[in-house]
Every structure is written in C-alpha cells, then in structure tokens.
C-alpha cells in the first residue's frame, strides 16, 4: 500500500469532488455499525466499524430539477467512509470507497443503466495513532494524498462508539444488538455511562435486511467478493446507527455565464432506506 503521509510535511490541497460539477445534485446520508474481523499483526480480532454512507444523485438536466419528472439519466456517487475502532477505543484505520454509477428511466423508474461500467476506487486514511488524534480531537479526516474530510453527525457516533469500547472493552456493535437492554443499561450504569452518552436508547437495534447487507458490502468492498461468513465474525450487524437518513439539497447559480460554486440549499430528514433505494435501482454483486 505504500507508507503514508507524515501529517505536517505536506500542504493538503482542496481537491474539489466529481459531483461537485453539477448544477443540482440531492445527496442521501445514513450511518451503520457492524462487527468486523480483520488482521492486525498477523492474529484476527474482531472490532467496531462505522460507516457514514453517502449517495449523491446528480441530475444530468438542469431543467428537470424543478419539475420533478424522472425522464433522464442520473450520474450518481456512493461513498462510504468507514473507521475502524478496537475494543480500547482507538481508532485503527479509515478508508473510503468510491462508486460510480448511472441511472437511467425506464417507463418513469429509474433503474441501473448496464451500459455505463460501475466503477470503483478507494482512499486510504493516514494510520493508526495519528489518525485517533485527527478523528477523535480534531474532527477530521486525512487521507494519504492529502485530502481533508471534516466529521459532523458521523463524529458524534464515533465518539460514543470510543466512549463504549473504552469504558466496557466490548464492542460496540455487540452493545447495539443486545436484546436485554434493562441488564445492559445496569452494567452502563455501574460502569458510569449513562445510555444516552453511548446512544442507546430502550429496544433492539433495528438490523437490515439480508439484501440490504450485501448492498452495504458491495459499498465497502473494492471487489465484488462480499461474503457475510467471512466478512463479519461473530455476525452482528449491521444495524443502523439511526433511522432517520439526512436529505440535503445542492445548486450552482448560473448568472450571466457565471457559474457560482456548489451551495447548499436546504436539509431535512426521512425515515428512508438508503440500502433499500440502491436495491430498487438493480444495483447488486456482479
């Protein structure tokens, strides 16, 4: 993978992304946690990942925008940004996988346009300890070409997800998936972690459908080799970190043959299955 960046030896620079370019782009925001297994000096250990998954679905028609038709294509972009947390808290690893895809109508459906080759690629976070600081304190993300993501909401679900593995030394995704939550909040409560701080409230963790995980493995895999047994041990999760997906909505002004940069236009919030969505529109395991 090559050695990373030395944090200070380089001049990171605002490198603008692709969707970025359109004149409107509505983007889908949802956050999910799972237990995962993976190598770390040469033994498996199974460890928390959270994953802030994000669609952009850009309108290739600056027109249809406001009339709300489905006629033409869509260039649409998923991104899922995952951080990697052991049972101390400590964040070990981050990285993003880009998806490239297109959507185009149908009789008024938009499905997956099998013409336009899906296309992939992955960023990788600085490493281990310098990472911990940058996420946990400085609430950001720094990749190895100098790319900067700064948290917001995903922040807050690390932290308490820190809070969690720190204090219990249990991952936080099995936290999630208890069923006795009264035994659970006792033992939280012992420990002097108030629920609410680790954002647990009463009730089991809503897990997603079978198909739906193949669809958030698909996100994070850089190849179409996604197999629960072997991706997750013990399998648990994923399950949503909040049910609510964001909905934001961007524009550029176009005036006079100026074109103003991407502003953001207005947010709200739906109980929409983003994994769900991606479904509907055929997108699946090659």
């Given at each position: 993978?090559?050695?990373?960046?030395?944090?200070?030896?380089?001049?990171?620079?605002?490198?603008?992304?692709?969707?970025?370019?359109?004149?409107?782009?509505?983007?889908?925001?949802?956050?999910?946690?799972?237990?995962?297994?993976?190598?770390?000096?040469?033994?498996?250990?199974?460890?928390?990942?959270?994953?802030?998954?994000?669609?952009?679905?850009?309108?290739?028609d600056p027109v249809e925008k406001g009339e709300y038709t489905f006629t033409t294509p869509r260039n649409c972009y998923l991104s899922a940004l995952?951080?990697?947390?052991?049972?101390?808290?400590?964040?070990?690893?981050?990285?993003?996988?880009?998806?490239?895809?297109?959507?185009?109508?149908?009789?008024?459906?938009?499905?997956?346009?099998?013409?336009?080759?899906?296309?992939?690629?992955?960023?990788?976070?600085?490493?281990?300890?310098?990472?911990?600081?940058?996420?946990?304190?400085?609430?950001?993300?720094?990749?190895?070409?100098?790319?900067?993501?700064?948290?917001?909401?995903?922040?807050?679900?690390?932290?308490?997800?820190?809070i969690c593995n720190r204090r219990t030394d249990v991952n936080y995704t099995n936290l999630k998936v208890t069923g006795n939550r009264d035994e659970l909040n006792k033992k939280l409560s012992i420990l002097g972690i108030t629920a609410a701080s680790v954002g647990f409230a009463s009730g089991k963790a809503p897990v997603i459908a079978d198909n739906a995980i193949k669809i958030l493995g698909l996100a994070l895999s850089t190849e179409p080799r996604f197999s629960l047994a072997e991706y997750t041990f013990p399998i648990n999760g994923p399950v949503y970190l909040d049910e609510q997906t964001i909905i934001q909505e961007y524009k550029r002004e176009n005036t006079n043959g100026y074109v103003s940069p991407q502003r953001f236009i207005k947010e709200y919030t739906e109980k929409r299955d983003v994994l769900k969505e991606l479904e509907d529109y055929g997108l699946k395991l090659q």
């Open positions: 993978m090559g050695s990373s960046i030395i944090f200070g030896d380089y001049e990171p620079e605002i490198v603008p992304e692709p969707w970025e370019e359109y004149q409107y782009r509505d983007l889908s925001r949802a956050y999910y946690t799972q237990s995962v297994s993976i190598k770390i000096n040469g033994l498996f250990h199974c460890i928390t990942a959270l994953t802030s998954l994000e669609l952009n679905k850009c309108y290739t995952t951080i990697y947390m052991d049972n101390k808290g400590r964040v070990i690893k981050g990285e993003k996988v880009l998806t490239r895809f297109r959507l185009k109508n149908n009789s008024g459906i938009h499905i997956l346009d099998s013409s336009f080759k899906v296309k992939k690629n992955t960023e990788r976070c600085v490493d281990k300890k310098e990472l911990h600081n940058l996420v946990i304190k400085n609430k950001q993300i720094t990749f190895r070409n100098g790319k900067i993501y700064l948290l917001k909401k995903y922040h807050e679900y690390i932290i308490q997800a820190s």
